[in-house]
T-cell receptor, first 114, second 109 residues
Framework: SQTIHQWPATLVQPVGSPLSLECTVEGTSNPNLYWYRQAAGRGLQLLFYSVGIGQISSEVPQNLSASRPQDRQFILSSKKLLLSDSGFYLC?????????????FGEGSRLTVL | GQNIDQPTEMTATEGAIVQINCTYQTSGFNGLFWYQQHAGEAPTFLSYNVLDGLEEKGRFSSFLSRSKGYSYLLLKELQMKDSASYLCAVLDSNYQLIWGAGTKLIIKP
């Protein structure tokens, strides 16, 4: 069966520090991968998505970046965090074309920037 | 622009029935999803509608009317564990998911 894991689950970082969130998927190949951010009381905001290794599409211009070094690995990074980067970050995957009609989420990473 | 509207918060009583509405205006339509999200956790899939009509899955049902740009999620025999946020999302013509802000459902004994 397919599983998705992301880490760390919780982190508190000072403004200006770097960030790295990692996500891996098991039990499937060639997934579409996504990074979302959810601010308190808000909907899910798509940050990046990837349809293959090295292929990254950015939905929102900001100080975050994403990379997909391997088929089932997706990394969210920042060189210098801003206060506004605080939120709940979710990695997700789906098979190509939403064949199963479902998006599978990781456990989430709660980031607090102070 | 693309827009998904759903009520911010609803309150219901344990054992009762509640209907959560969702209206959408998107560029194209390739399906509508409902997800459940407990506080501090990731969303989990509840239902997927791509054709008009009612889809029933246990205590939960989801309805879609594409001509009206409207869907609802119906929860029967409410339990305390149903207290959560319910997210409506539409898959647009580019196969991108457009998300509503979610409806926080509070269940009272």
């Amino acid at each position: 069966s397919q599983t998705i894991h992301q880490w760390p689950a919780t982190l508190v970082q000072p403004v200006g520090s770097p960030l790295s969130l990692e996500c891996t998927v098991e039990g499937t190949s060639n997934p579409n991968l996504y990074w979302y951010r959810q601010a308190a009381g808000r909907g899910l905001q798509l940050l990046f998505y990837s349809v293959g290794i090295g292929q990254i599409s950015s939905e929102v211009p900001q100080n975050l970046s994403a990379s997909r070094p391997q088929d089932r690995q997706f990394i969210l990074s920042s060189k210098k965090l801003l206060l506004s980067d605080s939120g709940f970050y979710l990695c997700a995957w789906t098979d190509r074309g939403f064949d199963t009609g479902e998006l599978f989420f990781g456990e989430g990473s709660r980031l607090t920037v102070l | 622009g693309q827009n998904i509207d759903q009520p911010t918060e609803m309150t219901a009583t344990e054992g009762a029935i509640v209907q959560i509405n969702c209206t959408y205006q998107t560029s194209g339509f390739n399906g509508l999803f409902w997800y459940q999200q407990h506080a501090g956790e990731a969303p989990t899939f509840l239902s997927y509608n791509v054709l008009d009509g009612l889809e029933e899955k246990g205590r939960f049902s989801s309805f879609l009317s594409r001509s009206k740009g409207y869907s609802y999620l119906l929860l029967k025999e409410l339990q305390m564990k149903d207290s959560a946020s319910y997210l409506c999302a539409v898959l647009d013509s580019n196969y991108q998911l457009i998300w509503g802000a979610g409806t926080k459902l509070i269940i009272k004994p």
